[in-house]
T-cell receptor, first 115, second 114 residues
């Protein structure tokens, strides 16, 4: 119930194409859904995030679509560029008793954008 | 640059040994989180500190411990090391206690246990 399932594990997209990464969760206590981008040798960096009361959020070429009833959310990268080649993690956050916070990550998607 | 500093970048040690990983959060951030990243387990939440107090524990082994000091830097202590502890250890900080506060990650410490 604590898991966040992410697919696909890897993705190859042509330059200019659309990259789509999907995630699903079970626990309705999750209340914040960020996406992180990680380059080799670096830590994950926040890309874009959404709350469950919003169905879509767009920032530049990156869009999150959120389906609360299906407990699914996805990242769309429009006009994918070689510089977007990285590992992408979806995540889900919940507050814990005692005031703590836990961010649960998906297993990651390695995106490669080819010329 | 996230503003979160982790030292050392690399650490190679032998089984049974003890190491300390250090994290300096972004200026003004009161929360520090530790995560372990390995190929088979992905990014696993270990522990969360807020303003010096432990707030949440995740999949942290009893051989591991952490603390956050009055200047808000944090240390993760790993003892009786095993081969399976080899991983990337990330520290992240945020301004609030969590929830919708974005986490800012450092570049990690790569631990190799031989």
């Amino acid at each position: 119930q604590q898991q966040v399932k992410q697919s696909p594990q890897s993705l190859i997209v042509q330059k200019g194409g659309i990259s789509i990464i999907n995630c699903a969760y079970e626990n309705t206590a999750f209340d914040y859904f960020p996406w992180y981008q990680q380059f080799p040798g670096k830590g994950p960096a926040l890309l874009i995030a959404i709350r469950p009361d919003v169905s879509e959020k767009k920032e530049g070429r990156f869009t999150i679509s959120f389906n609360k009833s299906a407990k699914q959310f996805s990242l769309h990268i429009m006009d994918s560029q070689p510089g977007d080649s990285a590992t992408y993690f979806c995540a889900a956050s919940m507050r814990l008793t005692g005031g703590g916070n836990k961010l649960t990550f998906g297993t990651g998607t390695q995106l490669k954008v080819e010329l | 640059d996230s503003g979160v500093t982790q030292t050392p970048k690399h650490l190679i040690t032998a089984t049974g040994q003890r190491v300390t990983l250090r994290c300096s959060p972004r200026s003004g951030d009161l929360s520090v989180y530790w995560y372990q990243q390995s190929l088979d387990q992905g990014l696993q939440f270990l522990i969360h500190y807020y303003n010096g107090e432990e707030r949440a524990k995740g999949n942290i082994l009893e051989r591991f411990s952490a603390q956050q000091f009055p200047d808000l830097h944090s240390e993760l202590n790993l003892s009786s090391l095993e081969l399976g502890d080899s991983a990337l250890y990330f520290c992240a900080s945020s301004g609030g206690q969590g929830g919708n506060s974005p986490l800012h990650f450092g570049n990690g410490t790569r631990l190799t246990v031989t």
